[in-house]
């Protein structure tokens, strides 16, 4: 068993693959239109699908905003910079709610940013080996 995906929903699609492609650096996978049930679906991620867990967008045609309840979190990308990962977000016009620091109670350095939705973004510092 492997993990293949999480799905958001967004309530703007072209913002949203803006978003993880030009500040986040994935890659757009693949998309596709369900005409019978209006809406379409964007998976994107770091690799190739049959290898590596992917970002699913969902946008329900004509949604432009979800309320995200209590229960989710957040998502989370191992960084080889926090810094530099963190400028680069602000850059782009992106938005850091956490700037980078040691977690509560550890030495893993992590950050947080916001995507167009909402959602929470955990960066962490990649450990050296």
């Known amino acids: 068993m492997r993990l293949l995906h999480t799905m958001l929903r967004v309530g703007d699609l072209q913002r949203s693959i803006?978003?993880?492609?030009?500040v986040l650096g994935m890659k757009?996978?693949?998309q596709?239109?369900?005409?019978?049930?209006s809406y379409t679906l964007a998976f994107l991620g770091y690799g190739d699908e049959s290898d590596h867990t992917v970002l699913e967008l969902t946008y329900n045609w004509g949604v432009?905003?979800?309320e995200h309840g209590n229960a989710f979190g957040h998502i989370a990308i191992e960084v080889d910079n926090i810094y530099d990962a963190c400028a680069h977000v602000k850059n782009r016009?992106?938005?850091?709610?956490r700037e980078p620091g040691p977690v509560k109670g550890g030495t893993t350095e992590i950050a947080f940013v916001k995507d167009p939705d909402g959602y929470a973004i955990e960066l962490i510092q990649k450990k050296i080996q």
């Open 28 to 30: 757009l996978l693949r």
């Open 64 to 66: 432009d905003h979800y």
């Open 32 to 37: 596709r239109e369900n005409e019978a049930y």
């Open 93 to 97: 016009g992106g938005l850091v709610s």
């Open 18 to 22: 803006e978003f993880y492609t030009s």
